[in-house]
């Protein structure tokens, strides 16, 4: 039998060292976030359900959303900023994103007519208990349903409004089919009429109008450069860009909200996330969040 060797004073027993370990790493949850899968990547195609804002985008215009953005882009920091998340980033600390200066989000809610982002109720309802300015949005699916039966469902399922100083009006994300046609193999005449019937029954619905999100080449080309959401929907534009402002769609007067990165840094969040400016004062959010003039 071999004699029991006394530790040396310079090792410590491995429990410590793991005990030690498991507390480091839950304090690095408790301040960035747990993160999620990352996206796959920009060339790969998602499963139907997993879109996130961006991801048509990132597809057929953008990089890869693992690449660095601009050094420019970092100029767009300045004025009311904002992120939008989904499943994708994993747990979010809501209260360090709020105090990282992120004043507004949206939160991913539903896709088509039959997916539910699984972390929408905790991040929406979280982000309203740190005082982020929080909205929902609705990845569109043109090719599944009519434009007014995804507004009934994504108005059921969070895309809800209610004028409480913290909730803005949904948002119709449409951009780039990720799954497979860029256009969802609609013309643009039958295009126009879906985001009609979106639109129409989304304000009879929660009596607010539909922010917009695209990109200046999905809109010009599926819609075929139309000027009928014109003076109705606030347009938030998609261009990854360092340069001064965004290109915008045909069509739109100016941008209300602009998606100037999908490679941002946020505290509270682990990993990559989209960050957004606001074409305006936090009191010009507020009027948007309350619909007062």
């Not at 996130?52 to 970092?74: C, K, Q, S, T, V």
């Not at 929907?233 to 261009?239: E, Q």
């Not at 505290?267 to 074409?279: H, L, P």
Request: overall charge positive; charged content about 15%; aromatic content about 12%.
């Amino acid at each position: 039998m071999r004699p029991h060797r006394p530790l040396s004073p310079h090792r410590r027993p491995r429990t410590i060292v793991v005990g030690v370990l498991a507390a480091v790493l839950a304090l690095l949850t408790a301040t960035a976030g747990t993160a999620a899968a990352a996206p796959p990547p920009a060339k790969e195609r998602l499963k139907p359900g997993t879109a996130f804002m961006g991801a048509g985008y990132r597809l057929h215009e953008g990089a890869d959303a693992r690449e660095e953005p601009p050094l420019g882009a970092l100029g767009h920091t300045s004025g009311v900023q904002g992120i939008d998340v989904s499943h994708w980033q994993g747990a979010i600390n809501w209260a360090s994103v709020r105090n990282s200066g992120i004043q507004f989000a949206w939160i991913k809610a539903t896709e088509g007519t039959s997916f539910k982002d699984s972390r929408f109720n905790t991040n929406y309802v979280a982000a309203y208990n740190a005082g982020v300015i929080r909205g929902a949005y609705h990845f569109a699916r043109p090719d599944v349903s009519g434009g007014s039966t995804q507004a009934a469902y994504f108005a059921s399922n969070g895309g809800a409004w209610s004028r409480d100083n913290l909730t803005l009006p949904g948002v119709l994300d449409i951009e780039h089919n990720p799954y497979g046609a860029m256009c969802y193999g609609l013309s643009t005449t039958q295009m126009r009429a879906w985001i009609t019937d979106f639109y129409n029954t989304y304000k009879s619905r929660t009596s607010r109008d539909v922010v917009i999100y695209t990109t200046a080449g999905w809109w010009n080309t599926c819609t075929g450069n139309w000027t009928g959401m014109y003076g109705k929907s606030p347009l938030w534009v998609a261009h990854w860009t360092s340069s001064e402002t965004p290109t915008i769609p045909s069509g739109f007067p100016t941008w209300t909200v602009w998606q100037y990165t999908s490679t941002g840094s946020v505290g509270g969040v682990s990993g990559n996330v989209d960050r957004n400016k606001f074409n305006g004062s936090r009191d010009r959010l507020l009027a948007l969040a309350n619909n007062t003039p």
